[in-house]
Nanobody
């Protein structure tokens, strides 16, 4: 059974930075494509960034391009999201997701999800 656990969320001021981590267990991490999604109250869960199983390919939502960087360390079974130049609009619960195919940007494209970690960006 795949298990995903996010960490690193918290409260940060606008223009600040935060680094999220996603710990993977239960299967072979290097065989899974991974992604970050986020969901604010009253809104649908939206794609943030994705990465191939090897880490060789990454892709981002337009709203975060140039500010966020997704990466993974397969030796540590961990995926990361470095968030810079944070804006209040980035406030949401951030979720780690794992799937079978690289390049998906919808929730239906992923099979396993973490519990989420809250990111709050204050003005």
């Amino acid at each position: 059974q795949v298990q995903l656990v996010e960490s690193g969320g918290g409260l940060v001021q606008a223009a600040g930075s935060l680094r999220l981590s996603c710990a993977f267990s239960g299967r072979t991490f290097s065989t899974y494509a991974m992604a970050w999604f986020r969901q604010a109250p009253g809104k649908e869960r939206e794609f943030v960034a994705g990465i191939s199983n090897s880490g060789g390919s990454t892709f981002y939502a337009d709203a975060v391009k140039g500010r966020f960087t997704i990466s993974r360390d397969n030796a540590k079974n961990t995926m990361y999201l470095q968030m810079n130049s944070l804006k209040p609009e980035d406030t949401a619960v951030y979720y780690c997701a794992a799937g079978w195919v690289t390049g998906r940007s919808t929730t239906n494209g992923y099979n396993y999800w973490g519990q989420g970690t809250q990111v709050t960006v204050s003005s």
